[in-house]
C-alpha cells in the first residue's frame, strides 16, 4: 500500500512540475504536427542519481508527456548532491532533485542567491540494505556489531 500511495505521489509531483499549457490540442504546436510556430520552453532537469523513486518522471519522459505540455526537457544526472547544487546554482540546470543538506549548506556559507527547496519527492533516502547471503528471517537487529558501508563514492559508512 505504501509502495502504490508512493507511486501515486510522485506522479503527481511529476504532473505538477510539467505547468500549465493553455492549448487542448495533445501536440505542443497547437495541434499542427507540422507547424512549428510555437517554441518549446528548454528546462534542465539534473537528478542527483538515477533512482527507482523517479519512475514515474522516466515514463513521463518517454511517453512524450513533457514535450505535448510545451516542455522541452534535458535530463542530467549529477552523481551527486553537491555537483547537482552547482549545476543549479551556475545556472546549467534549472531544476535539480536533491536533498535539503546541499541547499543548507550553500545557504550556511553566505551564499546572497541560495536556493530553497520547494517539494519533498520521497519520505526517504531511497538507500537499500544488500546481503551477499540470503537471510529470510532477518531483522533490523541482526546487523548489531556490523559494519554496513555506504553505496556510493563518499557516502556515510555506519557503523552498528
Partial sequence: M?????TF???????????CHSSNNSTPTGGNPDSSKEE???LTLNEV???IFYAPMYVAIEKD???QEGIELE???GFGA???MTAVL???ADIGFMGSEASIYTYNEGASDFVVNFAQLTQRAGNFLVAREEMPDFEWTDLKGSTVLGGRKGGVHILM
Avoid: N, P
Avoid at 2 to 6: A, D, M, T
Avoid at 9 to 19: D, E, F, K, R, V
Fill in 49 to 51: 542519481a538515477h533512482s
Fill in 75 to 77: 535530463l542530467v544526472t
Fill in 65 to 67: 508527456y513533457f514535450r
Fill in 82 to 84: 553537491d555537483k547537482t
Fill in 40 to 42: 518549446l520552453t528548454k
Fill in 9 to 19: 505521489l510522485l506522479a503527481a509531483s511529476m504532473i505538477l512540475l510539467t505547468g
Fill in 90 to 92: 551556475s545556472g546549467e
Fill in 2 to 6: 505504501k509502495k502504490r500511495i508512493l
